[in-house]
């Protein structure tokens, strides 16, 4: 995993707001986001579609409950990336902050420790076979976390799988994930 893996990835603590998380995701056009507990321990990984799924699923629920139309919700987005200057971070923090506020019965934006509370994490070891690695992201759902020594050494996701392994017909028995990560 680790000739294919994102090596020295920027992480976030479970004490972070998810906001902030997102935004972090966004401004940096990261696909998925380590999460460490205080110790610097890796505990999980936010993955930003997973995020926006569950944003706009917050969204639905409380516009069904406030009789809001979509298309108010469009023209409100249209309306912030314009005062934002085309800034996507800026936009959607003005755009979800007040609104999962509104979902959340006016609490702020939940800590990372809620938002993975229960989740399965996907930690592996660099000397892991990738036919492993790729069992337990597909029933996690999420990227692989790469670990040595209790630290993070890199992140191996579902693209680095078909670019650097099933794309060049690597045996995903006998390629260990160190061998194909970045």
């Known amino acids: ?6 090596a020295n990835p920027t992480c976030v603590s479970m004490s972070d707001s998810a906001m902030d ?8 056009r990261f696909r998925h986001l380590p999460v460490t507990d205080d110790n610097g321990g890796v505990v999980g990984c936010l993955d930003i579609a997973k995020c926006l799924n569950d944003a706009i699923t917050k969204l639905e629920r409380a516009q069904e409950k406030n009789g809001s139309s979509s298309d108010a919700a469009m023209m409100q987005v249209a309306n912030l990336q314009n005062a934002a200057g085309g800034n996507q971070a800026a936009a959607l923090q003005a755009l979800l902050g007040p609104l999962l506020a509104q979902a959340l019965g006016g ?15 996907t930690i592996v070891g660099p000397n892991s076979p990738l036919q492993t ?15 040595e020594d209790n630290v993070l050494v890199g992140i191996f996701g579902f693209k680095d799988m078909m670019n650097r392994a099933i794309a060049k017909e690597l045996p995903l028995d006998i390629t260990t994930v160190s061998e194909v990560m970045t």
Not at 1 to 6: A, E, G, I, R
Not at 133 to 147: F, N, Q, T, Y
């Open 1 to 6: 995993v680790s000739s294919v893996m994102t």
């Open 21 to 28: 998380a997102l935004v972090t995701m966004v401004e940096n």
């Open 107 to 121: 609490k702020s934006s939940p800590t990372l420790r809620s938002v993975l509370a229960g989740k399965p994490s």
């Open 133 to 147: 690695v790729g069992l337990m992201m597909a029933e996690a759902r999420k990227a692989a976390l790469i670990v």
